[in-house]
């Protein structure tokens, strides 16, 4: 069994944060976008987990990307460079993000909230570990 395999049949509830491990955010999304870098604000971020995003107060248009260089545009159209994503309100998904794409893109159409949380185990760790 592959770790993808492993943490996919290993999907766990949010755990509290610690001072030392940081598995949930709740970010500030608004009409002006932002960027974020996961990998300094996820504790074991480079492991592979499964994340949940879900999107509190608004429409969250969102996109990964490696580096902070990029933009989304909720507006773009075709396959432009800020062609993005959109997390209904009151929704959540569940994915797995590449090792190397840290950078998370957000915008709304108002402020609102994303929540992001590890959900998953890599094959050593227990919950105390993210």
């Given at each position: ?6 943490e996919?049949a290993?999907?766990i509830a949010?755990?509290?944060n610690?001072?030392n491990?940081k ?7 608004d009409?002006a976008g ?5 990998s ?20 969250v248009?969102?996109a ?13 159209r075709d396959?432009?460079?800020t ?5 209904f309100e ?14 998370l893109?957000?915008?709304?159409g108002?402020?609102c909230?994303?929540r ?10 227990g919950?105390?570990?993210?």
């Open positions: 069994m592959t770790q993808v395999q492993f996919e290993n999907i949010p755990v509290l610690t001072d491990h598995a949930q955010l709740a970010l500030d999304v009409t932002d960027s974020y870098d996961l300094t604000l996820l504790t074991n971020w480079s492991r592979g987990h499964f994340i949940e995003l879900t999107a509190e107060g608004g429409d248009y969102y990964f990307g490696p580096n902070d260089a990029g933009a989304i545009d909720e507006t773009a396959a432009g460079n062609v993005c994503q959109v997390l009151g929704t959540s998904k569940s994915m797995r993000i590449p090792d190397d794409y840290t950078h893109y957000v915008k709304s108002t402020t909230v994303l992001i949380a590890v959900t998953s185990l890599a094959p050593t760790q919950a105390r570990d993210l």
